[in-house]
């Protein structure tokens, strides 16, 4: 045996978890196949993989919300029935998912304790979690004030108080759902040196995530997922990015976008001084100025919910706003009867939005009724002035799913029955090839698999090469530093300041997504 | 991946449903101690065994694809219209103020501006819901449910203090003038020496109701507006970003649903009274509405439950004519139907789902 003796004693300790053949289906699609894997205790495990390869349901069996149709599950050598998260917290194991599942008007206390009282009545239970909560931040750098409303909380701090929870409930295995995802850059540094605090101490902590710089920077040993499949668990350190993402999806991926050097043109897109206020009375945008040329893309930077979203509504036509936005040099009407989104891409404004199930589609429909919609008035869709061409949109669809490389190539198929990457890719076709002025683009590939976001980006890329504008806001900074040519980051509703991609780097650009403003800026 | 086949879904689970509701409603009738077997057998003569059984179950079918496809045209854009009853009984109005007061040579000019002005005013009776929806997001199933009363208050008033007869006691209109009176089925069959019941009240508007269920399919599956009425109806937050204006599809949906309503009384208050009477639309509104849950919001789907009410509803008075099950048992039937078909859909369908789902397993497996 060549591996060092430390890891060579650890062998002969049971490992905290081991799952020996699990496999689940769910009706005829089988969302497991045949998975082992063995989770060695004081160890960060990464699970990577696409989504829909598995990793969810795995992990759901795991916590008790599916049983497994075939295999067995180990806890510390011992083989476990998991039947509801009731077992799963008795065994140990701790969840803390994608979206957190706290009750908005109670205090973190209150929080930590629900559904663990000790007694009818509180006073007690809560006494005793204030003190619990005491030894535990200091334990591990975990500090929450626990008598905050969980209202008035950040998204880093509220993560923190779903570790809390499950550090309180004796967990010794905690498992993390996508953690990152909604986090600054330093936030996530934080929970590294929670998550790294935590394993010293002889924690067990199962990351799953999407993101290979987090598994390169803080697993021990990463699985790769694939349809439902484990396709390799390898060291960390005996690996590499290029190869993970390779077992990922089956094939070579490039992961650096390649792109020439932007020939910006004239203005395309020209914005003044908006300013938006929500339904709730909120000031969104607090006079918000850029312009973005043509042949460029300009990357919006911020952690979500700054007024990027907003920022996107009104230049999409739905929400109003008071300032002044020019395309190609006319004024858009922001407030009036031409402020709908109709009216926009008439303009030559074409968007693909942030959220493509929300927004960009309609679920039940099939995809060749989704490839037109937002231009279903486009006069070579109608048969008649009473009849829309069913024929035509259905050759169209088929003629884009193809070019798109859209899996699978069916325009019958209801846009829910694609996986994310490929309703995306629907999206995408559907707007670029309207050939816009002027492309809004939001968060392209969250949700989206490794081997689409490639293909998106590249789409991306050409439409700016032939000579449009692009307007990119993405919460993915690696995807903003690829992709841009300018970058401008937002926060709270105004723009910090902009960075070129080559003179910024992911520290600078998160300090100023934090409001920290940068040297030479304006506040 | 679809959980079973299309014909299941359309065709099997309706038919489970219903046949667990004729179960129960069995059970019921042997409750009260008279053969279900025997009731069954007469209320399938009663509505089908003859052309006079016949001739109601398509009057009543009649009313009921009307105001089924106005429940279904406006729930494809997301809108619960329950003012359907309303919408009729002001549709009533405008077809009976139009037979009254205007002097028609033919009755097929009559008919077609009779079907102006009952789904004009049905309209109209809609309009108000609709906009208090689109523009104050007042909830349109509570305003159409006031609106039903308002419309019952209306036509009383119309009836008693503006269109009765001078000296009668009947809150009624007077009767439509010859010109306006519709031809039944009987003098529609007879040149073609097809004998027909004269006494039944089926009327040419069952075949404007068929054409409305064509014309309603062409412009919920084939037209920009159907293709907008869907999509807002699925989600209306993406049909804000299509450019989709939602105040003009709520507002369109429910002026076509209560067009529709309106346009039922060519068929009871034209066809079949030939005068204007409080209650005539007799339920037909709210039938409307499981008629559509039936029919799955597609108007063949909506055609066939609308036979199949219209058999319940003659089989049943028959039923309470001859034997001494009383008239409201016949209502538990109907309601039997409408809460297994519509309400407790789910109850079949999953352990349905599941079986295909085992089956699907097994072979391929």
């Known amino acids: 045996m060549t591996d060092a003796p430390k890891v060579g004693q650890q062998e002969t300790v049971a490992p905290a978890i081991e799952l020996r053949g ?109 003190k619990s909560l005491k030894s535990l931040a200091e334990e591990y750098e975990l500090h929450v004030d626990p008598d905050a409303l969980i209202e008035d909380l950040g998204v880093g701090v509220l993560q923190r108080v779903e570790i809390l929870k499950a550090l309180y409930r004796e967990a010794d295995i905690l498992i993390l759902d996508e953690p990152t995802g909604v986090l600054t850059p330093a936030e996530a540094d934080h929970l590294f040196r929670i998550l790294n605090g935590l394993r010293d101490q002889g924690k067990t902590i199962i990351l799953i995530t999407h993101k290979l710089r987090e598994i390169m920077e803080i697993t021990d040993t990463v699985s790769v997922m694939r349809r439902g499949e484990m396709t390799a668990t390898v060291k960390t350190k005996d690996t590499n990015p290029e190869h993970l993402a390779e077992l990922m999806v089956g094939r070579k991926v490039l992961l650096r976008v390649d792109k020439v050097p932007a020939k910006p043109g ?40 700054n007024g990027q979203s907003q920022l996107l509504e009104v230049l999409g036509g739905y929400a109003k706003a008071t300032g002044d936005i020019r395309i190609n040099g006319q004024h858009l009407d922001l407030s009036g009867s031409r402020s709908d989104a109709r009216s926009r891409r008439a303009r030559g404004i074409a968007h693909v939005p942030e959220d493509r199930q929300e927004h960009g589609l309609i679920m039940e429909f099939p995809a060749w009724q989704n490839m037109v919609f937002g231009y279903h008035h486009a006069p070579e869709y109608q048969k008649n002035k009473l009849l829309m061409d069913n024929a035509k949109m259905l050759e169209v669809a088929q003629d884009k799913m193809d070019r798109f490389d859209v899996r699978p190539p069916n325009p019958h198929l209801a846009a829910k029955s694609f996986s994310g990457g490929n309703q995306q890719k629907i999206v995408v076709a559907r707007e670029i090839e309207r050939h816009p002025d002027l492309l809004l683009v939001g968060q392209p590939t969250r949700g989206v698999d490794i081997g689409a976001i490639e293909f998106i980006h590249r789409q991306i890329i050409d439409l700016r090469d032939q000579g449009k504008a692009v307007l990119l806001v993405s919460v993915e900074l690696e995807e903003i530093l690829s992709l841009s040519d300018r970058i401008a980051v937002m926060f709270d509703g105004h723009i910090m300041g902009e960075r070129l991609p080559d003179q910024t780097d992911e520290r600078e650009l998160g300090l100023m997504m934090a409001g920290v403003t940068g040297k030479g800026d304006v506040a | 991946m679809d959980k079973m086949p299309k014909w299941a879904d359309v065709a099997l689970i309706p038919f489970l449903n219903l046949l667990i509701a004729f179960v129960l409603s069995g059970l ?122 308002i419309a019952a208050s209306v036509l009383n008033y119309m009836l ?106 060519i068929n009871n208050t034209m066809g079949e009274a030939e005068r204007l009477v409080l209650n005539s639309v007799e339920g037909a509104g709210f039938i409307g509405i499981a008629v559509a849950l039936m029919g799955r919001n597609h108007p063949f789907g909506v055609l066939l439950a609308a036979l199949l009410f219209g058999f319940l509803y003659q089989g049943g008075s028959e039923l309470s004519l001859w034997t001494k099950i009383p008239r409201e048992l016949v209502i538990v039937i109907q309601a039997l139907v409408i809460l297994f078909t519509g309400a407790l859909d789910n109850m079949v369908r999953g352990p349905v789902e599941r079986i295909f789902i085992n089956y699907a397993k097994r072979r391929a497996g």
């Open chain 1, 266 to 305: 004239e203005k395309i897109l020209e914005i003044e001084d908006l300013r938006m206020v929500d339904d709730h009375g909120v000031e969104r945008l607090k006079g918000i100025s850029l312009n973005v040329q043509a042949g460029e893309i300009l990357g919006i930077a911020g952690v979500s919910g």
């Open chain 2, 28 to 149: 019921v009738i042997l409750a009260i101690g008279e053969n279900p077997i025997k009731a069954l057998q007469m209320m399938i003569s009663g509505a089908l065994g003859s052309s006079y059984g016949w001739g109601y179950t398509l009057y009543y079918a009649t009313n009921f694809i009307f105001t089924g496809l106005a429940v279904s045209i406006a729930f494809k854009a997301a809108m619960f219209n329950i003012g359907g009853e309303g919408q009729a009984m002001i549709g009533g109005l405008g077809v009976a103020l139009v037979c009254l007061y205007i002097p028609f040579p033919h009755w097929s000019v009559a008919l077609l501006v009779a079907m102006a002005g009952g789904a004009i005013f049905g309209a109209a009776w809609a309009i108000i819901p609709a906009y208090l929806q689109a523009r104050r997001g007042s909830h349109v199933v509570i305003t159409t449910i006031m609106f039903n009363f």
């Open chain 2, 160 to 265: 008693v203090n503006v269109l009765r007869v001078k000296g009668s006691m009947d809150p009624a209109s007077g009767r439509f003038p010859e010109t306006t009176h519709l031809p039944t089925l009987h003098d529609i069959l007879a040149p073609l020496g097809i004998s027909f019941s004269r006494a039944a009240p089926v009327n040419v508007s069952l075949f404007i109701a068929l054409i409305a269920c064509v014309v309603v399919y062409l412009l919920l599956w084939r037209s920009r507006l159907g293709y907008e009425i869907r999509a807002f109806g699925l989600s209306p937050d993406a049909s804000v970003y299509a450019g989709i204006s939602p105040f003009k599809i709520i507002m369109i949906a429910m002026i076509l649903s209560g067009g529709l309503s309106g346009m039922m009384s």
């Open chain 1, 22 to 130: 699990i496999s689940k289906a769910f009706g005829p699609v089988q969302a497991n196949k045949d998975i082992s894997i063995s989770v060695q205790p004081g160890t960060i495990h990464g699970i990577i993989g696409e989504n829909g390869a598995g990793k969810s349901t795995l992990m759901s069996i795991l916590y008790g919300f599916y049983k497994a149709d075939e295999g067995q599950i180990f806890i510390h050598g011992n083989e476990t029935q998991i039947p509801d998260s009731q077992a799963a917290i008795a065994a140990g194991i701790g969840m803390v998912f994608q979206h957190f599942k706290l009750v908005e008007n109670f205090s973190v206390l209150e929080n930590v304790i629900l559904g663990v009282e000790d007694g009818p009545m509180l006073r007690p239970s809560l006494s005793k979690a204030r």
